[in-house]
């Protein structure tokens, strides 16, 4: 039963301020806004569109504590929008970040929270992609998580990475999402994908074919009463299944 990616959600200690944050720093705007998430996605928008990923923000009191293994990249069409995209989200509040990249083409930041980002030096794999390059997840071993996540996105393989495996909308729009080597989790991941089933599909169905794939099921403090499923690949990812939209 096929899903597709529709959400990359944000724990935040202020949901409405980082919402805020990153509605500037996309260009996007401030959606809906509860007391349980804030939502931000470009002007006009029509979700679910693949087109972009909206990002939603949800209140959770612990505090970062480790590097995210789930990481925004920004793209730009020159090495002088580069500069200048670098020095505007340091006026909104952006910080240079550290996480051991030496010398490399792209610039590191982290948000108001803490939350590294990358503001990639000028591709062509991310020339139409919009302001969100690609969505970036740390795996010990992508090729073994690849057939999962495709399956959980319903998204296909894309080229946009040497290292690690990629995906793109069937559709050829949007943003990427990229699996690259990187380190063990340790804690619950504080940036994690939501997918759902398609309007008029099975909820439950879905939830088995990606336990079937692969995925196990997730305790983070969900409760009984939740309309979701969370789920997690084999290195322990967290990720939700929304009902059918």
């Known amino acids: 039963m096929a899903t597709r990616l529709v959400h990359l959600v944000v724990d935040a200690a202020d949901p409405a301020r980082l919402a805020r944050f990153w509605?500037?720093?996309?260009?996007?705007e401030v959606g809906d806004e509860e007391d349980d998430e804030?939502?931000?996605?470009?002007?006009?928008?029509?979700?679910?569109?693949?087109?972009?990923?909206?990002?939603?923000?949800?209140p959770v009191p612990e505090p970062k504590t480790v590097?995210?293994?789930?990481?925004?990249?920004?793209?730009?069409t020159s090495a002088a929008h580069q500069a200048a995209e670098v020095e505007r989200l340091l006026g909104l509040g952006a910080v240079p970040a550290d996480i051991g990249q030496d010398d490399v083409p792209w610039q590191v930041l982290a948000d108001p929270e803490g939350n590294e980002?990358?503001?990639?030096?000028?591709?062509?794999?991310?020339?139409?992609?919009?302001?969100?390059?690609?969505?970036?997840?740390?795996?010990?071993?992508?090729?073994?998580?690849?057939?999962?996540?495709?399956?959980?996105?319903?998204?296909t393989a894309g080229d946009s990475v040497e290292h690690g495996v990629s995906f793109r909308s069937p559709l050829g729009v949007g943003p990427f999402l990229e699996l690259i080597p990187g380190g063990e989790k340790l804690v619950k991941n504080r940036i994690h994908l939501d997918v759902a089933p398609y309007r008029g599909e099975d909820h439950p169905?879905?939830?088995?074919?990606?336990?079937?794939?692969?995925?196990?099921?997730?305790?983070?403090?969900?409760?009984?009463?939740?309309?979701?499923?969370?789920?997690?690949?084999?290195?322990?990812?967290?990720?939700?299944?929304?009902?059918?939209?």
């Not at 804030?38 to 949800?58: I, K, M, S």
């Not at 030096?121 to 997840?137: F, H, S």
């Open 23 to 28: 509605a500037a720093a996309l260009g996007w």
């Open 38 to 58: 804030v939502d931000v996605w470009p002007a006009g928008y029509r979700y679910p569109d693949p087109a972009a990923l909206p990002l939603v923000f949800v």
């Open 67 to 76: 590097k995210n293994r789930v990481h925004l990249d920004l793209a730009t």
């Open 117 to 155: 980002f990358c503001v990639l030096d000028p591709r062509p794999a991310y020339r139409d992609t919009g302001p969100v390059a690609a969505v970036v997840c740390d795996c010990v071993d992508p090729a073994a998580m690849a057939d999962l996540w495709a399956l959980a996105t319903g998204w």
């Open 205 to 245: 169905a879905a939830v088995k074919a990606l336990l079937e794939a692969g995925a196990v099921p997730a305790e983070v403090g969900q409760g009984s009463g939740v309309r979701w499923t969370v789920l997690a690949d084999p290195e322990g990812g967290e990720f939700c299944v929304l009902t059918p939209r």
